[in-house]
């Protein structure tokens, strides 16, 4: 693997290495020394032109806990912000020997433009409304602990009741339905997760209004509908959106409380969840807005293991990309 610009790029063998590796990365977590000797020697530059909370302080552990030198840049504190463009900005940072550049930009496809400039590795970390691979990745690796752990629940009852012995297979996505509800036509993080959970052989069904839809949705492959409450039904992850005001210029939905009736988790629709179905946000949420505070703050939400994961999933990526395959 040289560069993750995309979610499609990744075949099923990568991305089942890369969530196999993760969860080594992931016992590591716990540990009370966070530290592996992995990258020592390797400078990896988190350039950042968008703001960022989780991606970017997750890329800067991930780098950090496998002895990496990681580099913040931002676009208000590099010289883009006296007129240099990106291409100088990149030959200049790249000509120091920089070995990997994890990249967020406000325009979609500028990661995948930067990645033909420069000699180092290039981790798309959200190119506008285009894609966020990781956060894809991160999320089948928070699902497939979650379905993993569903399924031996069930099987150590079932095994208690008539001594079953125990099935293989249960945690695979093949069967799994996941609806992804909201703002659909800002998000990258809807469009890196159709690529990923169709390699991955999941159903994933897609809920929005028809002004937060975006062109060729049809084209995706995936069930497109504005019944919310008929998804959560046959749904095995409702993975809530948050509402992109940032990039809305126009009014895509007549009012807030409108947008919540229709398609916010309320603690109405939390009640109506399929047992053993989880709840996933890529945050910053909206809090009574997208989802309720109760959906959010819920037993089954996995939201901040979405946030754990992060770490872990991208330590991965940076391993495969860096430090050779885990073969
Ligand atoms: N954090 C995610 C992203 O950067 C989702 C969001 O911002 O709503 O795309």
Redesign the pocket.
Known sequence: MRHLLSAGDLSLAEITSILNTAEEMHTIQSRPIKKLPTLRGRTVINMFF?D?T??RTSFEMAGKWMSADTINVTGKGSSTSKGESLRDTMLTLDAMGTDCFVI?HGSSGAVAQASGWVKAHVVNA?DGTHE?PT?ALLDAFTMRRHFRARAENGQSRARAENGQSRGLGEESFEGKTIAIVGDLLH???VRSNVLLQRTLGSKVILVAPPTLLPTGVDQWGCEVTDDFDAALEASDVVMM??V?RERMHGGFFPTAREYTELYGLTPERLARLRPGAAICH???MNRGLEISSEAADAANSLILDQVTAGVSVRMSVLYHLLGGSPE
């Open positions: 968008e960022s989780r991606t967020r959200g966020h956060q998000s990258r993080v959106l948050r992109q890529p945050g910053p």
